[in-house]
């Protein structure tokens, strides 16, 4: 399947009139007609029923030309993008990132690669599995998650280990003290996130069955605000990483766990082997010093 055929498909599924479609594409009809034919068949289902009185969408039809539409605006907004680029002669630089870590210091290492009038900078979440799969791409330069991937094509750096706390409800009777893991163990759990797997879920759980606790899963959410919402709602309770207190949010509160060592990493992700642009050693000076200041305490 080629993009003409997709232009072809769209045109005529607008104009539901192979004359007018042919027409429109500035081609003859017969050969429009074998290109739709073609189409389907690849496909293997008819997009169009035929009649005497012309052309209709099957619901396979309706189905591919909405979704047809969808990639067609993307290509249009990324060639635009991309001339846009040219012209300007920005170099690209793509970050992917998990939630749960934009609510520290990485605001301000994109805050500060936003300042450069050399650098266009695309912003993703994903997953740090997702992260790998777009560095390997070329879709992102630089990731930040929490998890480890053994991949011998990408190298992960552990900026620091994050403590875990725990999201309760307001009033909860945990709410005033600083729990044990087996105390919050007695309470349903909301995980997050639920999809896709391996992720902070893991994590969590993995604490809990480490220390030979069973917890009961109320919920899985798929979206950190999500979870906090079914935490407020009383649903259950949930682990976060410390810089998610800074999300502030009506029938939430945020207590330290008695347990030493909980800790979540964030971890940095890149391509191995690569000698960094300039962009990416602008990137890696500014990291450098925001992770030191999150470890001597000047960041919480």
């Known amino acids: 399947m080629e993009l003409r055929h997709l232009r072809y498909f769209c045109a ?10 042919a027409a429109k594409l500035h081609m ?9 034919k073609q189409l389907e068949d690849e ?13 209709r969408l099957t619901p396979a039809g309706q189905f591919f030309h909405e979704h047809t539409l969808q990639i067609m605006e993307k290509l249009d907004t990324t060639v635009a993008a991309t001339q846009r680029l040219a012209r300007s002669k920005r170099v690209m630089f793509g970050i992917g990132f998990v939630p749960s870590v934009f609510y ?4 301000l290492l994109v805050r500060e690669l936003r300042q450069k009038d050399n650098v266009e900078l695309v912003l993703a979440e994903l997953t740090t599995v997702q992260q790998v799969k777009a560095l390997k791409s070329g879709r992102i330069d630089m990731g930040f998650g929490r998890m480890r991937i053994d991949d011998p094509d990408v190298e992960q750096e552990n900026l620091f280990d994050e403590p875990l706390m725990a999201a309760l409800p307001e009033g909860h009777p945990l709410a005033e003290t600083t729990p044990t893991l087996a105390q919050l163990a007695e309470y349903p759990l909301v995980l997050f996130p639920a999809q896709p797997r391996p992720s902070l879920a893991d994590i969590t759980l993995g604490l809990f069955r480490r220390r030979g606790l069973k917890v009961t899963v109320a919920l899985e959410a798929n979206e950190l605000q999500t979870a906090l919402a079914l935490v407020a709602s009383e649903i ?13 949010r009506d029938g939430i509160v945020y207590v330290y766990l008695a347990d030493a060592g909980l800790t979540s990493p964030v971890i940095c992700s890149r391509r191995k082997g ?14 450098e010093v925001l992770v030191e200041n999150r470890r001597s305490g000047r960041y919480p």
């Open 12 to 21: 005529v599924a607008e104009e539901l009139n192979l004359t007018r479609a």
């Open 28 to 36: 003859a009809q017969p050969p429009l007609s074998r290109q739709i």
């Open 43 to 55: 496909i293997g289902a008819e997009l169009f029923e035929r009649s005497a009185r012309g052309l």
């Open 104 to 107: 520290g210091q990485l605001p």
């Open 236 to 248: 259950g309770i949930t682990l976060v990483p410390e810089q998610v207190k800074r999300v502030r």
């Open 274 to 287: 690569e000698a960094p642009s300039p962009t990416m050693q602008e990137a890696n000076a500014i990291l």
